[in-house]
């Protein structure tokens, strides 16, 4: 797989129940991050981990890194109808501003009401 | 909240022809960027752009692609002659130097280019 795959693909899932996104990359990085886009719109940061994190909290959202894997899960706990959009992972393999950022290829989350 | 803000929303254009997309990244950040999504696929880096010079550039920005900050606000991306796979959606984004964020890219709602 490519830098920053993620899966599953797609994702069904009812208003309430837990949703659980895995992402996979292969060279080494300085931080990982996950973004959320809405169909037709921008990317929005949701929460980055460094590569010394382990687990990341921020609000219904929790974000582990097992570098030793070369992987990341981003898990939104009671989801929400609003929650319905794709997910990415974006790796930066540096520390330094300026960098690109090489993303997966998202999850597309469905909240059902 | 500041915004990274791009127009046109949607730009419509001949084979061949020139584009200019313009972004007005947020106005305290120092670093720009261009990437584009084409539909269904994931999204790719293009360029970096700092201090007024490419900082770093993909395969996908050849000599067709030029980027340029006209003034204080603007920021650009031109393709000389477009082809029909540069359809896509084009995001620019920016950021900035602080310790905490600085990994932090804040993407534009994009433009939509679509080459016929």
């Known amino acids: 797989s490519q830098q920053g795959e993620e899966d599953p693909q797609a994702l069904s899932i009812q208003e309430g129940e837990n949703a659980t996104m895995n992402c996979s990359y292969k060279t080494s990085i300085n931080n990982l991050q996950w973004y959320r886009q809405n169909s037709g719109r921008g990317l929005v940061h949701l929460i980055l981990?460094?590569?010394?994190?382990r687990e990341k909290h921020s609000g219904r959202l929790r974000v582990t890194l097992d570098t030793s894997k070369k992987s990341s899960s981003l898990l939104i706990t009671a989801s929400r109808a609003a929650d319905t959009a794709s997910y990415f992972c974006?790796?930066?393999?540096?520390?330094?501003?300026?960098?690109?950022?090489?993303f997966g290829g998202g999850t597309r989350l469905m909240v059902k009401p | 909240e500041p915004e990274v803000t791009q127009t046109p929303s949607h730009q419509v254009t001949q084979m061949g022809q020139e584009v200019i997309l313009r972004c007005v990244p947020i106005?305290?950040?120092?670093?720009f960027y261009w990437y584009r999504q084409i539909l269904g696929q994931k999204v790719e880096f293009l360029v970096s752009?700092?201090?007024?010079?490419?900082?770093?550039k993909s395969e996908i920005f050849d000599d067709q692609f030029s980027v340029e900050r006209p003034d204080g606000s603007n920021f650009t991306l031109k393709i000389r002659s477009t082809k029909l796979e540069d359809s896509a959606m084009y995001f620019c984004?920016?950021?900035?130097?602080?310790?905490?964020?600085?990994?932090?890219?804040?993407f534009g709602a994009g433009t939509r280019l679509s080459v016929l």
């Open positions: 984004a920016s950021s900035n130097r602080d310790s905490s964020a600085k990994n932090i890219q804040y």
């Open positions: 106005s305290n950040h120092l670093y």
């Open positions: 752009f700092y201090n007024n010079e490419i900082s770093e």
């Open positions: 981990i460094r590569s010394n994190e």
């Open positions: 974006a790796t930066d393999k540096s520390n330094n501003a300026g960098n690109m950022l090489t």
